[in-house]
C-alpha cells in the first residue's frame, strides 16, 4: 500500500527564489489537498483539487503560489519569488470522493527560506 | 467564524496514566470530527473520527473520544499511556455548511509521555 509521496523532502533556499513541490496522491484517490504547517499551529488549507480541477483556493494562497494537477494524478505547487514568511512545511493529502472519507496524508516538503 | 480550539498546547504525563486531551469547535451547524497524530518530521495520521451514531469513537492505538454536541466537543482519551505515544496531536473539523467544506485544525497539543 503506497501511501501519499511528496518530494522533495526538504528544501533550502534563497528569498527571492522560484520553488516546486510534488505531491503523488493515492492511485485510486481522485481529491487531492495542500495544507500549509507553521512552527507550533496545526495545518492551515491551501487549496484543493477534484480530478484535474481546482475547485477552492484559500485566502492565503497569494498570487504568487500556484497548483497545478495537469492529468488528475501528482499534483505541483510553486512559489515564486520566495520570502522569509514561506518557511513552513508543505503537506499534500489525498482522499476518495465524499465528505466522510478521511484525507490521507503525505510526509510534507519542509522549506526554509535563507 | 469556524474555529477549533485546542485547550492544552502541552500536556505532560507519565507512562501508563490516563489521559485526555481536550477539543472544542465553534459551531452548532452538524459537523464530521477527527484526531490526527503527528510524529516529527512526518505527515498526520488519523487516528478516530465521528460521522454520525454513537457518540464514543474508538480509533487505533488504543485511543477514543467522545462528542458532545451540546458542549461542541470532541475529547480524545487513552486509559494508560505508552512512551511511544509522544507526539503532537491535531483535532480537526468539517463543517458541514454546504458546498465543499475543508478540515479546519486546532493548533495542537503535544502529548509528552515520561517514564
Known amino acids: 500500500d503506497t501511501g501519499v509521496s511528496q518530494n522533495p523532502r526538504h528544501k533550502i533556499t534563497k528569498r527571492g527564489q522560484n520553488v516546486t513541490f510534488r505531491c503523488d496522491p493515492i492511485s485510486e484517490h481522485n481529491r487531492l489537498y495542500w495544507y500549509r504547517q507553521t512552527l507550533g499551529q496545526g495545518p492551515e488549507f491551501l487549496t484543493y483539487f477534484q480530478n484535474e480541477a481546482q475547485l477552492e483556493k484559500s485566502r492565503l494562497l497569494s498570487d504568487r503560489f500556484s497548483a497545478e494537477r495537469p492529468k488528475g494524478s501528482f499534483s505541483t505547487l510553486e512559489i515564486q519569488r520566495t520570502e522569509q514568511g514561506d518557511s513552513a512545511m508543505y503537506l499534500c493529502a489525498s482522499s476518495l470522493p465524499g465528505q466522510a472519507q478521511p484525507q490521507h496524508f503525505g510526509d510534507g516538503t519542509r522549506l526554509s527560506i535563507l | 467564524a469556524q474555529s477549533v480550539t485546542q485547550l492544552d498546547s502541552q500536556v505532560p504525563v507519565f507512562e501508563e496514566a490516563p489521559v485526555e486531551l481536550r477539543c472544542n469547535y465553534s459551531?452548532?451547524?452538524?459537523?464530521?470530527l477527527f484526531w490526527y497524530v503527528q510524529y516529527p518530521n512526518q505527515g498526520l495520521q488519523l487516528l478516530l473520527k465521528?460521522?454520525?451514531?454513537?457518540?464514543l469513537v474508538k480509533g487505533i492505538n488504543g485511543f477514543e473520544a467522545e462528542f458532545n454536541k451540546s458542549q461542541t466537543s470532541f475529547h480524545l482519551r487513552k486509559p494508560s499511556v505508552h512512551i511511544s505515544d509522544t507526539a503532537e496531536y491535531f483535532c480537526a473539523v468539517i463543517y458541514l455548511s454546504g458546498g465543499y467544506n475543508k478540515l479546519i485544525f486546532g493548533a495542537g497539543t503535544r502529548l509528552a509521555v515520561h517514564p
Open positions: 459551531s452548532s451547524v452538524s459537523v464530521y
Open positions: 465521528y460521522l454520525s451514531g454513537s457518540t
